[in-house]
């Protein structure tokens, strides 16, 4: 009953960069404050190999549950019963929710904690109702903290390959997926060792859900 509402309009990204223009539509100058530096990519932006690389380590049953995935969910509370947590239950779209709803989820308190992750569940059902899961995909991509002050994977492009999202290679992209789960730990310039290691766990898994081919 507590739980706060869950529409097409509050689940989209905020904070963007902002652009300025000349009279005659020229770009003239890109301001970006802290926590603002987001500009968003349309989901045909999105290369295959990107949306599948973030799938494969965040969430490999996304494209055919229905907001929570009961199997996830399972496998940490057994963790956290057996001290040998190994990754959280929250799907992509229960990520979305905690980031563009309940503010990314800072609670102090273990019961505030578990409140929040019940809300955050009974919205993600209610989300996949009413909203494609593309749309969810896409706003997820364009919401996540990629370092260095890069939000979403279209200005992570840009600062870490000077490129645009949609011309990422297949490395390219497990890079960025490797990022969000820790991105001062994980991101490409302070953390390349541990990157590197992380886009190779990534790389794997896309071979074993057979998004690619090992060659």
């Known amino acids: 009953d507590s739980a706060p509402s869950v529409d097409l309009m509050n689940i989209q990204p905020d904070r963007f960069a902002t652009t300025v223009y000349d009279i005659g539509g020229n770009l003239t100058d890109t301001i970006v404050t802290s926590g603002s530096n987001r500009e968003s990519a349309a989901y045909e932006e999105l290369p295959q190999d990107l949306i599948d690389a973030f799938v494969a380590i965040e969430?490999?049953?996304?494209?055919?549950?229905?907001g929570i995935d009961i199997r996830s969910i399972a496998r940490a509370v057994n963790?956290?019963?057996?001290?040998?947590?190994?990754?959280?239950?929250?799907?992509?779209?229960?990520?979305?929710?905690?980031?563009?709803?309940?503010?990314?989820g800072m609670e102090t308190s273990w019961?505030?904690?578990i409140e929040r992750k019940l809300q955050e569940q009974y919205l993600a059902l209610q989300l996949?109702?009413?909203m494609d899961k593309e749309i969810?995909?896409?706003?997820?991509?364009?919401?996540?903290?990629?370092?260095?002050?890069?939000?979403?994977?279209?200005?992570?492009?840009?600062?870490?390959f000077?490129?645009?999202?949609?011309?990422?290679?297949?490395?390219?992209?497990?890079?960025?997926?490797?990022?969000t789960q820790?991105?001062?730990?994980?991101?490409?310039?302070?953390?390349?060792?541990?990157?590197?290691k992380k886009r190779k766990i990534i790389l794997q898994y896309m071979v074993d859900q057979e998004l690619i081919s090992k060659e």
């Open 182 to 196: 820790n991105p001062s730990k994980f991101n490409p310039i302070s953390g390349r060792e541990e990157n590197e």
């Open 59 to 66: 969430d490999s049953r996304f494209w055919s549950h229905n």
């Open 128 to 130: 996949e109702k009413i």
């Open 111 to 113: 019961g505030a904690r």
């Open 136 to 160: 969810i995909l896409k706003n997820y991509l364009n919401t996540i903290n990629l370092g260095n002050n890069s939000l979403g994977v279209k200005v992570a492009s840009r600062r870490y």
């Open 79 to 104: 963790g956290l019963i057996s001290d040998d947590y190994a990754g959280g239950g929250s799907t992509i779209t229960q990520q979305l929710i905690k980031n563009n709803i309940f503010a990314g």
């Open 162 to 179: 000077n490129k645009e999202v949609s011309d990422l290679t297949l490395s390219e992209c497990a890079v960025l997926a490797g990022i």
